[in-house]
């Protein structure tokens, strides 16, 4: 059992996909621990984001998280963190699969609908980031 981050950007809670998606979730075995709907500031997206600091893609990338609100989740499931890439997609929605997240409901690598964690220490800190324990539920 594994536990990994999920984000709806701004883009795909505004074009309504948040039902899509956790449709998708849920149907895959990947169980939602926490969620809460969060307008990110820029200097929270910046934190969130910090490993990408020194991309030219960052500013536009942090602007973009702090642009409106977000559905921030926590999945649980048998390999989690690969399981909801899997479902997501390449970062490029012009690479993704058909039927994956991105391929369906993104526009650009820029708008790219969601995020998931991609290894157990960056899952672990995204994680800690926007949870404390007592908002993980175990599922039963
Ligand atoms: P990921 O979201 O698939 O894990 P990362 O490489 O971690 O991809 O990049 C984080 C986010 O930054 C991407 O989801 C995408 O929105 C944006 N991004 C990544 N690479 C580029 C790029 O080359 N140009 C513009 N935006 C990018
Ligand atoms: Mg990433």
């Known amino acids: 059992m594994e536990r990994t981050l999920s984000i709806i950007k701004p883009d795909g809670v505004k074009k309504n996909f948040i039902g899509e998606i956790i449709k998708r979730f849920e149907s895959n075995n990947l169980r939602p621990v926490a969620m809460k709907m969060m307008h990110m500031s820029k200097r929270e997206a910046e934190g969130f984001y910090a490993v990408h600091s020194e991309r030219p893609f960052f500013k536009d990338l942090t602007d973009f998280m702090s642009s409106g609100p977000c559905l921030v989740m926590v999945l649980e499931g048998d390999n989690a963190i690969k399981a909801n890439r899997d479902l997501m997609g390449a970062t490029n929605p012009a690479d993704a699969a058909p039927g994956t997240i991105r391929a369906d409901f993104a526009d650009s690598i820029d708008n790219n609908i969601a995020h998931g964690s991609d290894a157990p220490d960056t899952a672990a800190f995204e994680i800690g980031y926007f949870?404390?324990?007592?908002?993980?539920?175990?599922r039963v």
């Open 131 to 138: 949870f404390n324990g007592l908002e993980l539920c175990d």
